[in-house]
């Protein structure tokens, strides 16, 4: 083996061990954050140090005894399944007749759909709540399902329309060809080809929405009271274990939701091939 060689060789070892060096120490850096959160939320003090000097599980259950985290969970998961459900329908037909037809301004608008997540979300809150106060709307709940779902649409869009640009559209054509009419090959063909992508471009709305902040901010009623919104008016003056609680249920919940949505993902992809 000659020198330069070897000496290559070391500096590739030294360079993929400083890659791995670097990988882990972002790693932790995402991670502690996160690990500290969980198990503060089993502190026993009221103020919350870390590392806790005792655990119980007492926040837990003042945390389910308490109306305003109970209503903020049950407003974010409302939105959140709505916004999902809008978002991946909507996504899924816009991106089917980018897709298929040819249309004039196609461009255009395709840079207006992702404007959503181009623009800073405190733009899109302002300019969601001067629209709606200006047409003399109320801030209820479905103006904020209408709001994140606009925020979501773009991923869901993307996602879904990735997917049929790698479909094969002679399927279609053998299953019209064979006597099927539009809706039923809609159904039968296209339908489970894009079902994967359709639900990973939900499961990716709903966690956007449970944890949007920003333009929700904009949107704060009794009703329509999200858990981001509520865990910073909280941590704005101490952080309690009971906020720390909220935000490990927040944690489980962004983790439970993408592995589900994994499972049906590939149940769905295996039953298609």
Known sequence: M????YVSDVETNWNWHGIRLISALVYLTMILPLIVVVVNSFSA???ATFPPRGLTLDWYVEFFRDDMFLSAVWVSTQVGIAAAILAGAIGTLTAMGFVRKPFPMKKALSIALLTPMIVPPVI????????FAEIGLDRNIWWLIVMHT???LPYA????????????ET??????????????TFREIT????????????????????????ASQFWVQRETTTVPVVIYSMVRTTITPKVN???????????VVPIVGLAIQRWLTNNTN
């Open 171 to 184: 399927l279609e054509d053998a299953a019209m060809t064979l006597g099927a009419d539009r809706l039923v």
């Open 2 to 5: 000659s020198i330069r060689k």
């Open 45 to 47: 003090q009221r103020i």
């Open 191 to 214: 339908l489970p080809q894009v079902a994967p992508a359709i639900v990973t471009a939900m499961v990716l709305s709903f966690v956007i929405s449970f944890g949007e902040f920003t």
């Open 124 to 131: 899109v809150g302002i300019a969601a709540t001067s629209f």
């Open 245 to 255: 609680v909220l935000a490990t249920l927040v944690l489980v919940i962004t983790i």
């Open 157 to 168: 869009f993307l996602i879904v329309r990735s997917r049929l640009y790698l479909f094969d």
């Open 150 to 152: 606009l925020l979501a």
